[in-house]
């Protein structure tokens, strides 16, 4: 049976954003592939504990750069057929780069918007650095990107001769299919951090009367943290006190109430590599105001929201106006066209392109 070898820095159920529970997701449906995934995350009392999720599909948590965490990598990735990378950055990656190397691996990587401009400025000289240790190595890899602006970038960003690369969009499917009534709210859904860009619609919402802006999520890193301190100082500069709201992270089903109960969902990142919360957000009927940034030119051309530049006022005051009064026949045709957009992205999809490519002459 194949083997695949996941190295992640996070992993479903602990710590996990949009593109872990993807991993996961693919994970629990291909039944017939054996997957060991490593993952950063919660220490174990035991060293040897794991999750076991199903006969072919087990997690293993260690302590960043602990012994066990490497020797855990080593082991598991000398007996596989390829080793999955959820994180071009991610430290620990070294030690699979030199397995791949020595045994002659095949890696497959996923950078998940890492090399987008916005992403390598922080601690530039550091990813610099990375890159150049990959390109010497030269590995025999596969990269894998969601957009078309991603795949631009690996070119650009990785020379070594021994890579190809392909594109396959996260996959989606939800359980979910809430009812709610529409308010008179809008919402961001997602990580406060300054790539989210989420400040950008503080001055337009200064002139708007009757409406809510909810903000769900959390900071964790320090510098996530100094964002929200920065949110907050704008908010009460701007006197907006009374139309913006923290909500703190959500999860499950009251995040999909919260979503229907929305006119519309933001996504004004300055970049992202696909943004799995525009799925969410589809799923429900709920149209999305995506940046330039991300991949979703598509909303327009199926007139489920709007694909605009967060630098413009006026593009993001054009938008909202838009979508909050949209009428209640027109909520209805977004919801049907929504439903549509969401057939590309259904996990059965998704799955088959990733067995197509497990099982191909690249790896």
Known sequence: MLKIVHIVPTYYPYQSGGSAYSLYRLNCGLKNINKVVISEGIKKKKKNDHITHDLNHKVFFHNRFSFFFINRIVKESKKADAIQLSSFFFPPNIFAFIVAKVFRKKIIISPRGEFFEYALSRKKKQKEF?????????????????????????????TSKKKS????????????????????QFLFLGRINPIKNIHSVFNV?????????????????????????????????????????FTGKIHNEEKYKLIARSRFLILPSHSENFGNVVLESLSQGTPVIASKGSPWSILENTKCGFHIDFNKEVEIKNSINSLMNLSENDLIQVKKSCRKILENFSTHTINKQWEKLYYSKLL
Do not use: W
């Open 130 to 158: 990375f890159i150049k240790i990959f390109n010497l190595i030269n590995i025999s890899s596969v990269f894998h990107a969601t957009s078309e602006e991603e795949i631009e970038l690996i070119r650009e960003k990785i």
């Open 205 to 245: 919402l200064k002139n708007t009367n009757d409406i809510t802006f909810l903000i769900a999520g959390e900071a964790n890193l320090p510098y996530e943290k100094e964002y929200l301190i920065f949110l907050k100082s704008e908010i009460k500069r701007l006197h907006l006190q009374q139309k913006v709201i």
């Open 165 to 184: 690369i392909i594109k396959i969009f996260n996959s989606f499917d939800t359980e979910f299919n809430e009812t709610e009534t529409r308010l008179n």
